[in-house]
């Protein structure tokens, strides 16, 4: 690789290399140590060819999970079954990995600038700006630039656009997914939201186990599966759908809103 190459978006694929490593080491006791993180489903990212590969998730943090899915995913890729020991995985990590996120979100500080470097597609959201909510068009040189992504090759992204659970899922990534035509990959992940803060850069409670599972590649008719089909499809996979709640403890829902109570109290104060 020479020195200054670039990826798609004029990233600089040593200095992301580089980047990659650092945060690894930084951020790897987090799910091994001070957490422990249970992984299923290494095998299927050994299968996925090296391009146009979507993987879609529930989101729990803006930025835990997906640190976490770029250890699981190295780690699969090196040989690891569901697993993240040995940090050698990271010394030539997947450089073609991106993850969609906010633009505003990832403007914000030094830190969320050099985690944008590491791999982010920045989107202009279409719902909510700065706390607020909006309603405008969707920009389509962002899909465009989640296309050349995907042309390169793989990226993940959050459908629901929100750390809430049980959130509808945006069309946006119906239409992705219906004119890029990738292989869909869900991912469903839990225990994050117990041991992060909501931005996913303080671990808020040690000893929590967190889960990801990687399942099998979704079957879809990208030329007559309607876009609604589509995004019902997409909230089984990624057990989001409205009847999941009827399984879901009622404890967990009570946890989720004191914390969110507390959350509104401490900006109060």
Excluded: C
Aim: no cysteine; hydrophobic share 40%; net charge positive.
């Amino acid at each position: 690789m020479g020195i200054f190459k670039e990826n798609p978006f004029g990233h600089i694929l040593f200095l992301k290399k580089w980047l990659i490593r650092i945060l690894g080491v930084v951020t790897h006791a987090r799910y091994k140590q001070f957490n422990r993180l249970e992984i299923e489903g290494s095998q299927v990212i050994r299968e996925l060819p090296g391009t146009n590969v979507l993987f879609v998730s529930n989101h729990q943090t803006y930025f835990a999970d997906v640190v976490a899915m770029f250890h699981v995913f190295n780690a699969s890729l090196k040989g690891r079954d569901d697993s993240i020991r040995n940090l050698g995985y990271l010394w030539n990590p997947k450089l073609n990995l991106y993850y969609v996120a906010a633009a505003e979100t990832m403007k914000k500080s030094l830190l969320t600038k050099i985690l944008a470097y590491a791999g982010s597609i920045s989107v202009e959201r279409t719902w909510r700006s700065e706390g607020k909510d909006i309603n405008r068009q969707v920009k389509m040189s962002d899909i465009s630039n989640i296309g050349t992504a995907l042309h390169d090759g793989w990226v993940i992204t959050f459908p629901q656009g929100t750390t809430t659970p049980w959130k509808p899922l945006r069309k946006g990534t119906a239409h992705i997914i219906k004119k890029y035509k990738p292989i869909v990959v869900p991912v469903v992940i839990d225990g994050f939201r117990r041991s992060f803060d909501k931005k996913g850069l303080r671990i808020k409670k040690k000893g929590i186990l967190q889960s990801m599972v990687i399942k099998e590649p979704l079957e879809i008719d990208y030329e007559n599966e309607s876009f609604d089909a589509i995004i019902e499809k997409l909230e089984y996979a990624i057990e989001q759908h409205p009847s999941f709640l009827k399984v879901i403890s009622q404890k967990e829902l009570l946890a989720f809103e004191e914390e969110n109570k507390m959350r509104k109290w401490r900006k109060q104060t």
